[in-house]
């Protein structure tokens, strides 16, 4: 599974350095960000209950399991996409990385009808992230499952430092990433096998053991990262993409 190195809330020279952890729904985040130097502990916290706040509302807006959510009530057809713009955003997304995937990532041919969940937790992961840039905070790690997205650099002033493990064996990393901006996604984490159908059959999918891509938005990265664990080998057609995603395969090759 993909895991990034957090360092311990400490104070450094050039800023408040913050690390929390919070589950909302069914997923763990953990967010760790260096505030600017004129930013107090006071701002930090007020920067980090905005974007934890960003995500329990998208959650509970947009969460595929609830039962009273904007995409249940578009599921069961009781509302139109366009009648809040979150929403036409969600749908939107959904219907691009269709057709960019060659129809192996589609939101619609999943048991029950249209389900994001492929998409929404990067996409709300991305809104969380933006609270955080509109606090004044450009030195962030977002880290959801499997999944990361970064910015900037690490407390100690490197590359965040992202490791790729493989989930047959937590011991061994597959690969080492540095990254000042970013995202990584993986699918088939922890041995996971049973998650992702294969859309146009309708099963369970049986394609790669692991899948995970790098590029630069972590919504683009999750879907990707299902379409090629649903398509394996021919989903070697359509990937890597001209706009900078591209994966590793269980050896750590891209």
């Known amino acids: ?12 020279a050039t800023g408040i350095v913050v690390r929390h952890q919070v589950q909302i729904g069914a997923n763990q985040f953990t967010f760790c960000f260096t505030a600017p130097p004129a930013m107090d502990r006071r701002g930090a916290g007020e920067a980090l209950a905005d974007a934890v706040a ?5 959650d509970t807006t947009f969460g595929p399991l609830r039962e009273r959510s904007l995409v249940s009530r578009f599921r069961r057809g009781e509302i139109s996409a366009d009648l809040y713009a979150p929403l036409t955003d ?9 057709a960019a995937t060659d129809g192996w990532f589609d939101a619609w041919a999943v048991p029950g009808g249209f389900d994001p969940s492929g998409l929404v937790k990067g996409w709300s992961v991305e809104r969380a992230a933006a609270r955080l840039r509109a ?3 450009e030195n962030y790690a977002i880290h959801a499952g499997a ?17 790729v493990r493989d989930p047959y064996d937590g011991r061994r990393v597959i690969e ?5 901006s970013g995202a990584v996604a993986t699918t088939g984490a922890a041995g996971r096998h049973d998650h992702v159908i294969d859309p146009h059959t309708g099963q369970q999918a049986d394609g790669f053991a692991l899948t995970t891509v790098i590029g630069p938005e972590l919504s683009a990265a999750n879907g990707y990262a299902i379409a090629l664990y649903a398509a394996g080998p021919t989903g070697l057609g359509w990937f890597p993409t001209a706009d900078g995603y591209r994966a590793l395969d269980r050896t750590g090759r891209s």
């Open 90 to 98: 969600l749908v939107d997304r959904c219907i691009l990385m269709r």
């Open 135 to 137: 606090a004044g905070i």
């Open 176 to 180: 080492t990433l540095e990254l000042t």
């Open 54 to 58: 960003e995500l329990r509302a998208l």
């Open 1 to 12: 599974m993909s895991t990034v190195v957090l360092p311990e809330r400490v104070r450094a």
């Open 147 to 163: 999944d990361v997205t970064v910015r900037g650099h690490s407390p100690a002033g490197r590359p965040w430092r992202i490791a």
